[in-house]
């Protein structure tokens, strides 16, 4: 191992400790970011980081803001501001995956890949964060009614703004540390912003929504005020952390195709 891959790597093991630390992450999500970072690492290097980066600390330091306006949150999502293993798999793996890719099978059509994929769960980060804590009564796009701010699956003006802030702010500092054309940054930035709305729409057709048999809250827990809640739509082992998923590697999917056959 040479010298810059020895820093790297006390880079990345510094990161994900000091993310541990801050409580931005659980024990679990320390060691899933620190597999992440390497395999970002590995295909490209320290931009790749500095990219996985951005969006790790700015949706860390949005889910930590006014937590206690949001914490009722808690009694609807199945998972906390403390991101565990799964959280971060469903937000990084594919990022992890394509930098694996990167490595073994090196072509320029890996960094707009990868760019997509990190700018779609920034897009969808901001989105949820910002538009929950300044967003008014979100609008369900299953039925077009008002809903719980933070309900899956529903949209503000104000998350929509912050989503294309979001892919904004990752399709830039792309441009800037890989040196991508205009036409390529325009590309990465709509598929970016376009995961954020196959996101809510995964969110609101087909993850797993539950009401509670106790207090009968809507909510994305299996199991509520102790006892297992009743499936009212979606799939019951679709949950948030799959919709993220999904909602990332399409686009990144089109961007692939589109960089390796139409450009």
Not at 76 to 102: C, M, P, Y
Not at 183 to 211: E, M, N, P, R, Y
Not at 235 to 256: C, E, G, Q, T, Y
């Amino acid at each position: 191992m040479g010298l810059s891959e020895t820093l790297l790597l006390i880079f990345i093991l510094f990161s994900a400790t000091l993310g541990f630390f801050v409580k931005f992450l659980n024990f679990s999500g320390m060691v899933a970011s620190i597999a992440v970072g390497t395999g970002v690492a590995l295909g490209f290097g320290i931009k790749g980081l500095i990219l996985l980066g951005i969006f790790f600390v700015s949706s860390s330091l949005l889910s930590k803001f006014k937590q206690k306006k949001k914490a009722y949150l808690k009694e609807i999502h199945a998972k906390g501001s403390e991101r565990d293993w799964t959280q971060v798999v469903a937000n990084g793996g594919a990022a992890a995956g394509v930098g694996f890719l990167a490595f073994f099978y090196p072509d320029q059509v890996w960094v707009p890949v990868i760019a997509v994929l990190i700018s779609s769960v920034n897009a969808d980060t901001w989105a949820s964060e910002i538009g929950t804590m300044v967003g008014k009564a979100p609008i369900s796009v299953r039925n077009f009614k008002k809903v719980e701010a933070g309900t899956s699956g529903a949209v503000t003006v104000e998350g929509t703004l912050a989503a294309a802030a979001g892919s904004l702010a990752v399709t830039v500092a792309a441009g800037v540390l890989f040196v991508l054309a205009p036409t390529h940054l325009l590309i990465i930035f709509f598929l970016g912003f376009t995961g954020c709305f196959i996101d809510t729409w995964l969110g609101a057709f087909v993850q797993g929504s539950f009401k509670c048999r106790v207090c009968s809250l809507n909510t994305e827990r299996a199991i509520h005020c102790s006892q297992p809640t009743r499936l009212i739509s979606g799939r019951k082992w679709i949950n948030n952390d799959m919709v993220n998923f999904l909602s990332s590697v399409i686009p990144a999917a089109i961007a692939h195709f589109i960089f390796l056959n139409v450009l």
